[in-house]
């Protein structure tokens, strides 16, 4: 549905920090599935860990968060997503976050987000990370769409 270069076209973020490899899914206003292929040469696993490498938590969780800002600004009008390149989201809360399973490179990491609640620029959503259809990670994030 949306590839990387799509997905720049909507977030500000850039390697190293984008986290959304593909979307996959997305229903405007209700879910979106998107994935990060984890891969070796990625730069946080020069330090988690050496010799043991394993793909950080909050990574996940701001991977999960990325693609909710892709579902937060594909579920606006068609206005608000032309003014989207002013507009950034941002972190309110994070609750409920659970860690189940360790994620390693060469995992495909796939992103599972429903809308809990929305109302006005806030946006409360229910994330899951899955590795092999396995649960990896969860998390109820809150973000903002705030201007620049």
Same mark, same amino acid.
Do not use: T
């Given at each position: 549905? *949306?590839?990387?270069?799509?997905?720049?076209?909507?977030?500000?973020?850039?390697?190293?920090?984008?986290?959304?490899?593909?979307?996959?899914?997305?229903?405007?206003?209700?879910?979106?599935?998107?994935?990060?292929?984890?891969?070796?040469?990625?730069?946080?696993?020069?330090?988690?860990?050496?010799?043991?490498?394993?793909?950080?938590?909050?990574?996940?969780?701001?991977?999960?968060?990325? $693609?909710?800002?892709? *579902?937060?600004?594909?579920?606006?009008?068609?206005?608000?997503?032309?003014?989207?390149?002013?507009?950034?989201?941002?972190?309110?809360?994070?609750?409920? $976050?659970?860690?189940?399973?360790?994620?390693?490179?060469?995992?495909?990491?796939?992103?599972?987000?429903?809308?809990?609640?929305?109302?006005?620029?806030?946006?409360?959503?229910?994330?899951? $990370?899955?590795?092999?259809?396995?649960?990896?990670?969860?998390?109820?994030?809150?973000?903002?769409?705030?201007?620049?």
């Amino acid at each position: 549905m *949306l590839d990387v270069v799509e997905i720049q076209k909507i977030l500000p973020h850039r390697y190293p920090f984008l986290l959304v490899d593909r979307v996959v899914e997305l229903e405007k206003g209700k879910s979106v599935k998107a994935y990060k292929n984890v891969s070796i040469s990625e730069p946080v696993f020069e330090g988690h860990f050496p010799g043991h490498p394993i793909y950080p938590g909050v990574m996940i969780i701001e991977g999960m968060a990325q $693609a909710g800002g892709v *579902l937060a600004f594909l579920s606006s009008s068609e206005e608000e997503q032309e003014a989207a390149k002013d507009k950034v989201v941002y972190f309110m809360s994070i609750d409920k $976050a659970k860690f189940r399973n360790p994620v390693r490179p060469g995992d495909k990491l796939e992103y599972h987000l429903e809308v809990i609640k929305h109302r006005g620029s806030i946006w409360v959503l229910d994330g899951k $990370a899955y590795v092999d259809g396995n649960l990896v990670a969860e998390a109820e994030l809150k973000a903002m769409i705030v201007d620049k």
